[in-house]
């Protein structure tokens, strides 16, 4: 199954306003060109290279910047075709408040079945065949609730340029949005187009919650509306705004982060995959296990057969420590 990468450069360009602790080390870049820390290129190259040994070729949607970045890296090689014209004139959109934006819009662009993911998610084996035979295919489904999540009342308080959509259901799960697959494109044409109408903000002030309500939380309103079967990678639930409750602490009723539902098929959970977007969030405080991380992605693409994607220069510590222990 084809896949796509995208990367879009104007959120680093505003990086100043973007808001959330998940952008902490992007923040602290010191740099007038375009640069992303270590730890989010290998996983990058790691995504990519694990999708071409499982599940097929991956494309890339970026913009000049961004070409020339992934040129001077040495890690073009990982794309089967390359587009930027899409990126170079998009526009109308404030990249650091709809900083997922170019990745939405970027969908419509393919009209035959396929699968976007993240940059940040590796898919460590084969896609069963099941999980295309359906409208639409998700990592997993969220339950919403904490800050990110709203209510009908919150939206008519905190939104000003568009009305509460009709029939929204804000009790229903909210599917993840890092890999995503559609095999109808009407349901991305759905998508893009309500997505474009919320960003639409004439200049109002938008609170940070609102940006995963144009990326999550409609496409769950759009699945629903057009009632798309959507499946799986895997049927654990994951709980937002969770207590990291364990097993020791069932007996008081903390929260954990995952769950599945009464209904579900455990043996999706064969299949290994990585989402790195939560221990981004941790890396910021935690320089040990962003250190082990990036360690560790290197030593994958290395083991994984992608040596020529790690000649360029930055990479060299990392080499050294796989080599010498140091």
């Not at 375009?34 to 190259?45: A, K, M, N, S």
């Not at 699968?115 to 999980?131: A, C, N, R, T």
């Not at 568009?162 to 890999?179: E, G, Q, R, V």
């Not at 790690?310 to 990392?318: A, E, G, P």
Request: aromatic content about 16%; proline content about 4%; glycine content about 6%.
């Amino acid at each position: 199954m084809k896949a796509i990468h995208v990367n879009w450069t104007a959120p680093f360009f505003n990086r100043e306003r973007l808001r959330g602790h998940g952008f902490r080390t992007t923040r602290e870049i010191q740099s007038d060109t375009y640069d992303l820390p270590d730890y989010q290129i290998l996983y990058t190259i790691l995504s990519a290279l694990k999708w071409n040994e499982f599940n097929g070729h991956i494309n890339l949607y970026t913009d000049s910047i961004g070409l020339s970045f992934y040129k001077q890296l040495g890690i073009l090689g990982l794309y089967n075709e390359i587009n930027i014209d899409f990126l170079n004139n998009l526009d109308n959109v404030d990249p650091a408040l709809f900083w997922t934006s170019g990745k939405i819009q970027a969908l419509q662009n393919e009209r035959e079945p396929f699968v976007f993911l993240d940059q940040d998610f590796i898919v460590k084996g084969e896609i069963p065949q099941e999980f295309y035979q359906k409208d639409m295919g998700i990592g997993h489904w969220e339950i919403p609730r904490g800050h990110y999540y709203f209510t009908k009342e919150k939206w008519e308080q905190d939104i000003k340029h568009l009305d509460f959509p009709k029939n929204y259901n804000i009790n229903a799960h909210s599917p993840n949005t890092s890999l995503l697959y559609f095999s109808n494109p009407q349901i991305v044409d759905e998508y893009v187009s309500w997505h474009k109408k919320m960003i639409a903000s004439n200049g109002d002030e938008i609170p940070e919650w609102f940006w995963l309500a144009t990326d999550q939380g409609i496409l769950g309103h759009v699945i629903r509306e057009g009632k798309y079967a959507t499946t799986t990678l895997s049927d654990k639930i994951f709980l937002a705004d969770n207590d990291y409750g364990t097993v020791l602490t069932q007996k008081y009723g903390l929260s954990e982060q995952w769950y599945y539902p009464v209904y579900c098929d455990r043996r999706k959970d064969q299949l290994h995959w990585e989402h790195v977007w939560l221990a981004k969030i941790v890396y910021g405080v935690n320089p040990d296990l962003l250190k082990f991380d990036t360690q560790r992605f290197f030593d994958e693409i290395w083991e994984s057969g992608g040596k020529q994607y790690l000649q360029h220069s930055r990479f060299t510590k990392y080499w050294d420590k796989k080599i010498h222990g140091y």
